[in-house]
């Protein structure tokens, strides 16, 4: 075995190792806190023994593994809050952004040496830089999302409610931008805000752009019912979408208030929603606390089940990660801000699809810090149609990649960096929420490099003996990230198997909408912000498939490619590899049109009055 393959493959199988022992034993144990260097050496151990099995040098593989072992114990004693386990997957993590840059060379050499045509070694050498490309990113991405298992001690931790100190009650207006939303909705949610435990606060309506009247009159007649607390504005022909109508309602403000809340137009909030967060503003350097998404009504559709269990990673895993390390988001609704840190950063950006996280780069860059409170403090609508659920997707991922080509020089290392607040690790982890987004739009544009890798093998008749061997750090890399995030949802959210399998589904059927927004922002092409449909609307069947009809044929193509790939090509690994990935991505595309069938048979079921028996 190529020592590089051998070294990629020990590192690979430690890391799943780790990732095992993390799995079985969610909670640090005495026993591993006690013997830290025993616990890396197990790991490393069993890698060694992995790779000598598959064909690994009993030395070079000893060498690897006492270096790996040292390194982990090393890691241990400069990360003390993290598990022995945990720091071991951080190196391994490490290791891994950096060896499949080396593992290529053999790779490419064993393609030239049996004769492959020039046009399939590029096409192989493009795709295998793409993915080595995203690598680091990914591997960050992973270990934000799965910190929650990977520590044993938090500053953080996701804080909790913090009562307000006696005397402290600074005034708060709450927002709550609307565009032709349905009344009934809108009322729901003044009516839980007209239930905060909170002794001083208004609540600004501000309808923006609405043509129809008849959707903003009740909700200016309830507002009317509410008393003086509550005020309706209305206004028609501003920009900016939800950031436009925030900014025009600023002069708006009681000049009282010290505090904004933001809410969404479906959120019913819980009445210590301001009673639990304001008293984190007693500290002058707080610029926002910010409260998870979290969702209602969503239990009686299969299709609002799978989307909450998708949506629920992000803010049960990443964003305590984020808050840990000072680098939490503002998330458009549940929002508490202070309204001097807003006015400092320049209010909000009418330029970016996603205002909300784009005002926290800003508010950390002007030196303030932020809470995240981990439990909900009101909960919102899940869309209920796939249109619905692609569209708020699109948006969420065209926005970071704006925010990081309009912040990069603020995030690069060294001289000529824009002058900022960010620490080091602040710059990280914000320029990274922009950046793995953009590396989606790479990915999707490299989805023709293996149907083009495909076709040029076919046509040149080419063929080289890979050893299976090769893929199985891939393989284990796979694998242990799955592990690692069903982990999560079953230690962390308290998910079953199969709520996680409908949250795998959801993320693979979103591939299209993630790469396709990621692309068009990263080409700066212009689109329009769309807001969150929240009228309950039977679709035409034959519009059920044709929301998803770009997922759809893609599924087919890639179907129709994998057949070829298995047909056409003499069996070996490399053809095998081939398939098994062009049948990967068919499968992916197949989930968008699945789950919007979904969605639409649980929409008509709801619609379906139940069948009343005749009396006999």
């Known amino acids: 075995m190529n020592v590089l393959v051998a070294t990629l493959l020990i590192v690979a199988a430690a890391q799943l190792a780790a990732i095992l022992t993390l799995s079985l034993r969610p909670r640090p144990t005495a026993w591993e806190q006690r013997f830290p260097l025993a616990v890396h050496a197990l790991c490393c151990g069993a890698a060694l023994l992995v790779s000598v099995a598959l064909g690994g040098s009993l030395t070079w593989g000893l060498l690897t593994a006492l270096a790996l072992t040292a390194l982990g114990f090393v890691a241990h004693r400069r990360l003390p809050a993290f598990r022995p386990v945990g720091a071991l997957s951080v190196v391994t993590c490490a290791f891994l952004s950096v ?57 953080r931790a996701g804080a909790t409610a913090r009562p307000r100190p006696a005397g402290f009650a600074p005034m708060v207006s709450v927002q709550l931008p609307i565009h032709a939303e349905p009344p009934e ?52 022909g501003i920009t900016g979408a939800k950031a436009g109508a925030l900014n025009w309602a600023r002069p708006h403000i009681s000049p009282r208030a010290e505090v904004v809340g933001v809410v969404d137009a479906d959120y019913i909030v819980e009445p210590n929603w301001l009673a ?29 089940r799978i989307a909450n269990a998708e949506y629920a990673l992000f803010f049960a895993a990443h964003m305590v990660s984020l808050d840990e390390h000072g680098a939490g988001l503002t998330v458009g609704t549940m929002s508490v801000i202070r309204l001097a840190a807003l006015d400092k950063a320049g209010g909000w950006a009418e330029w970016c699809m996603t205002e909300d996280s784009e005002l926290a780069i800003r508010v950390h860059a002007s030196g303030y810090k932020s809470v995240y409170l981990k439990q909900p403090r009101g909960r919102g609508l899940v869309p209920e149609t796939w249109n619905g659920y692609k569209k708020q997707r699109f948006r969420w991922t065209y926005g970071p990649v704006q925010e990081i080509r309009a912040h990069a020089r603020m995030f690069r290392p060294g001289a000529g960096r824009t002058p900022s607040r960010l620490n080091t690790v602040q710059r990280i982890h914000h320029a990274n929420h922009g950046l793995i987004n953009a590396l989606r739009g790479l990915r999707f544009a490299g989805l023709a ?21 090769w893929y199985v750090p891939f393989l284990f890399v796979m694998a242990g990230r799955r592990l690692l995030q069903w982990t999560v949802y079953r ?21 299209y909408v993630i790469g396709k927004a990621a692309l068009f922002s990263l080409l700066n092409r212009p689109t329009l912000w769309t807001r969150t449909d929240k009228f309950r609307q039977l679709q035409p069947r034959s519009q059920v498939f044709s929301s998803a009809g770009a997922e759809t044929v893609l599924a087919v193509l890639f179907l129709g490619f994998a057949v070829l790939a298995i047909t056409a090509l003499p069996f070996s690994v490399v053809s095998v590899a081939m398939t098994l990935t062009l049948l990967y991505q068919a499968v992916s595309f197949s989930m968008a049109p699945a789950l919007s069938y979904l969605a639409e048979r649980e929409l008509r079921k709801a619609r379906t009055p139940a069948r009343v028996p005749e009396p006999a």
Request: hydrophobic share 45%.
């Open 185 to 236: 909705v809108v009322i729901g949610t003044l009516d839980a805000l007209s239930r905060l435990d909170y002794p001083d606060y208004e609540v600004l309506v501000i309808d923006n752009n609405t043509v129809d009247e008849s959707l903003w009159r009740p909700v200016e007649e309830h507002c009317a019912r509410l008393g003086e607390r509550f005020r309706f504005l209305h206004v028609e």
């Open 99 to 155: 060896l499949p840059v080396l593992w290529l060379v053999p790779f490419a050499m064993r393609a030239i040496d049996s004769g492959g045509s020039t046009v399939t070694l590029v096409l192989v050498t493009l795709s295998s830089v793409l993915t080595i490309v995203c690598l680091p990113s990914d591997l960050l991405d992973e270990i934000t999302g799965s910190e929650v298992l990977l520590r044993s001690r938090w500053n």
């Open 491 to 511: 230690e962390v959210m308290g998910f079953s198997a199969r709520e996680f399998a409908g949250a795998i589904m959801a993320q693979r059927a979103l591939f």
């Open 449 to 469: 490099l293996p149907p083009a890798m495909l076709l040029s093998m076919v046509a040149h008749g080419d063929v080289w003996p890979v050893p299976v061997t």
């Open 276 to 304: 639990d967060t304001v008293g984190y503003l007693e500290d002058p350097e707080t610029g926002f606390v910010q409260c998870p998404h979290a969702y209602r009504d969503y239990e009686s559709s299969a299709f609002t």
